[in-house]
């Protein structure tokens, strides 16, 4: 699997060895929990029925996936590291509509899915808008996409990706945006309508991200 040049697995490639290695103790961790509770706010905005296909973008061990196919809805998810979608198909049920594939190029059709949902995974894209024009490009006009990240507009935010993971860790080419710049590259990545808003207060890793909810 060939990301941005390099193949995932290889070594030289540090966002795939950062994963991998993240995926063997993912849910484990204080961090992993609270990323599940802001999973679960981004799935209520879906506001899923029954029969509908969404992607899980950037899937990692699967819960959303699980959490979207609990509500009757038909779940693909799509991840690039071989260490999180071994740990997503150890969830009941999902193993025949896991895909291993890069969020720049999706392996879909268009128009393929009623709702696309992307949890904590876009700052990792090297190339955002081209993601942003993937996402729109499969779903169906008029479908839902639902996407939270970190926001740059915030010190959490900052702290978390732009010191953490790119400083410590060395992951140089992730990237986060403030509110108005979301709103700018949604109507570049050509999404007819979108509303951006941030997380509850109350909920401090939450609070530090940014809810976009953009129709196609
Ligand atoms: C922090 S995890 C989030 C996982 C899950 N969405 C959640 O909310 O817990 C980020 C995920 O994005 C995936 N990812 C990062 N860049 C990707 C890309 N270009 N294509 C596909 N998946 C990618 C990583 O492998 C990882 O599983």
């Known amino acids: 699997m060939i990301h941005d040049g390099i193949p995932v697995d290889d070594p030289k490639h540090k966002h795939g060895r950062f994963f991998d290695v993240w995926s063997r103790f993912y849910r484990r961790t204080l961090f992993g929990l609270e990323l599940r509770r802001i999973q679960r706010l981004a799935i209520d905005r879906l506001k899923l029925v029954p ?3 969404v992607l899980d973008l950037g899937c990692g061990p699967g819960d ?3 959490w979207i196919a609990g509500h009757g809805a038909v779940a693909v998810g799509l991840d690039y590291s071989q260490g999180m979608l071994e740990a997503a198909r150890e969830v009941a049920g999902l193993g025949g509509r896991l ?12 128009g393929a899915f009623d709702k696309v949902i ?9 190339h955002h808008l081209a993601a942003l024009k993937e996402m729109r490009r499969v779903l169906r006009p008029g479908g839902l996409l639902v996407l939270v990240d970190p926001r740059k507009d915030h010190l959490f935010g900052w702290a978390a990706i732009d010191l953490i993971e790119n400083a410590v860790f060395g992951l140089e080419e992730v990237r986060i945006f403030s509110v108005p710049q979301w709103h700018r590259m949604l109507g570049e990545a050509g999404f007819a309508s979108a509303r951006v808003d941030v997380g509850p207060a109350w909920q401090p890793v939450a609070w ?3 809810f976009v909810e ?3």
């Open 64 to 66: 959303g996936a699980q």
């Open 99 to 110: 895909t291993r594939g890069d969020a720049g190029r999706l392996p879909f059709k268009d």
């Open 208 to 210: 530090a991200e940014v």
């Open 51 to 53: 029969g509908q296909r």
């Open 118 to 126: 992307c949890t904590n995974s876009f700052h990792h894209y090297p």
């Open 214 to 216: 953009a129709t196609a």
